[in-house]
């Protein structure tokens, strides 16, 4: 198991604390010495090995408690969050290494994480919970794509998918109307799906721009439609949009998404 909070020993070195669990299976010296060797080699710990754990950085330290479940040699580690105490762009790095680590090792690891951003770039499968039980059991381009609540929909995707409320196949608060099962209580669109058109354009969404949040390659408009006040659209970084100004709002039927009063998915088909 890899720790949350890693759980050194402040009193011994790296190598001590590698094989630590080692010492206590009473793993006989020369044993100890090849899997610390190799783990050393493979996590770039070579030269720390003498070092106190108050003597190295964040990245160090996470290294030395996940060589430290590596030389046991088990065939299932259980890894706890063990990204959360590291600044952004080390939780980045990090995920790759640990990906490759994974993939050289042939190792099955259970990642608990929070951050949905870890669970899309680094799992094979991703188990969703809420609230102790399970949510949805998928892949994770399948998760993002066909979401089987809306709790999962609104989990996975920066910025989350938009949802919006459903009154007599209408969206709420407007003339709006859509083809949809009477079943539907709510419509959902990913941001990154939807296009902004002239206001008059056929086939549109009409609706308002109530703020945008500029990101560098990206700009997220948030629009008003009816009585929905956070309709998000991605766009382009570079297009200059301003507050109040009107304009339509157009997806594919294909990334068109529908949810029951229940918030399961509802199966959709349209004419291709």
């Known amino acids: 198991m890899v720790f949350q909070n890693y759980a050194l020993f402040p009193h011994l070195t790296v190598a001590d604390n590698i094989t630590f669990g080692l010492r206590v299976r009473k793993l006989d010296a020369a044993e100890r010495a090849r899997r610390l060797a190799e783990s050393a080699e493979l996590l770039g710990l070579g030269a720390l ?15 030395v408690a996940l060589g430290r479940a590596l ?3 088990a065939g299932v ?4 969050e063990p990204l959360s105490n590291l600044d952004a762009q080390l939780r980045q790095e990090m995920r790759h290494e640990l990906r490759e680590l994974q993939r050289q090792l042939g190792l099955t690891v259970i ?7 870890e669970a899309m770039s680094m799992a094979d499968q991703v188990v969703l919970l809420r609230g102790g039980r399970l949510e949805q059991v998928a892949s994770a381009p399948r ?5 089987a609540t809306i709790f999962a929909a609104r989990f996975i995707g920066t910025p989350p998918m938009n949802l919006l409320a459903l009154e007599d196949g209408r969206i709420a608060g407007s003339d709006i109307a859509l083809p949809l099962p009477q079943t539907a209580a709510w419509l959902g669109v990913r941001p990154e799906a939807v296009r902004l058109e002239r206001a008059d354009q056929a086939n549109t969404v009409r609706a308002t721009i109530a703020d945008t949040e500029y990101l560098g390659a990206d700009r997220v408009i948030r629009c008003a439609v009816g009585q929905q006040q ?16 009107s304009i339509g709002l157009y997806w594919d039927a294909a990334d068109t998404h529908a949810f029951d009063v229940h918030e399961h998915r509802l199966s959709l088909h349209f004419p291709t």
Do not use: I, N, W
Not at 111 to 117: G, I, L, N, P, S
Not at 231 to 237: E, K, M, Q, S, T
């Open 77 to 80: 580690c259980l890894m706890d």
């Open 71 to 73: 030389v046991s040699q």
């Open 230 to 245: 956070h309709l998000l659209v991605r766009a382009d970084g570079r297009l200059a949009v301003e507050p109040g100004q």
């Open 143 to 147: 998760l993002y794509a066909e979401p």
């Open 49 to 63: 090995l003498e070092r106190k754990p108050s003597q190295l950085s964040g990245g160090q330290q996470q290294r």
């Open 111 to 117: 990642y608990v994480t929070h951050d949905q951003a």
